[in-house]
């Protein structure tokens, strides 16, 4: 199992900024991809971005430039962030952990609220 908890959501205003923080614990492996998923009231849940342990990144076009995506393997920890934020962008944002690739499970976080305001 792997426990997932994220922090950092919030209000902010349209253009404004935020940074999202997800701690994965448990029975990790050592090759995984770490990334971030966001649902929108009546939207179905799409990929925001990804990023491996080896450090490859992967971006929805829409927010490429945008957001930043780090993580710091030793903490086993995942960041994104996101600047110039739009009110559509509001959203439940979902930490996701992901080695099936490798043999292993995916999981994922509880989800955090991101709400931008015009």
């Known amino acids: 199992q792997v426990q997932l908890v994220e922090s950092g959501g919030g209000l902010v205003q349209a253009g404004g900024s935020l940074r999202l923080s997800c701690a994965a614990s448990?029975?990790?492996?050592?090759?995984?991809?770490l990334g971030w998923y966001r649902q929108a009231p009546g939207k179905e849940r799409e990929v925001v971005a990804r990023?491996?342990?080896?450090?490859?990144?992967n971006y929805a076009d829409s927010v490429k430039g945008r957001f930043a995506i780090s993580r710091d393997n030793a903490k086993n920890t995942v960041y994104m962030q996101m600047n110039s934020l739009k009110p559509e962008e509001t959203a439940v944002y979902y930490c996701?952990?992901?080695?099936?690739?490798?043999?292993?499970?995916?999981?994922w976080g509880q989800g955090t609220q991101v709400t931008v305001s015009s």
């Open positions: 996701n952990y992901d080695a099936t690739t490798w043999g292993g499970m995916t999981s």
């Open positions: 448990g029975s990790i492996f050592r090759f995984n991809t």
């Open positions: 990023m491996t342990s080896g450090g490859s990144t």
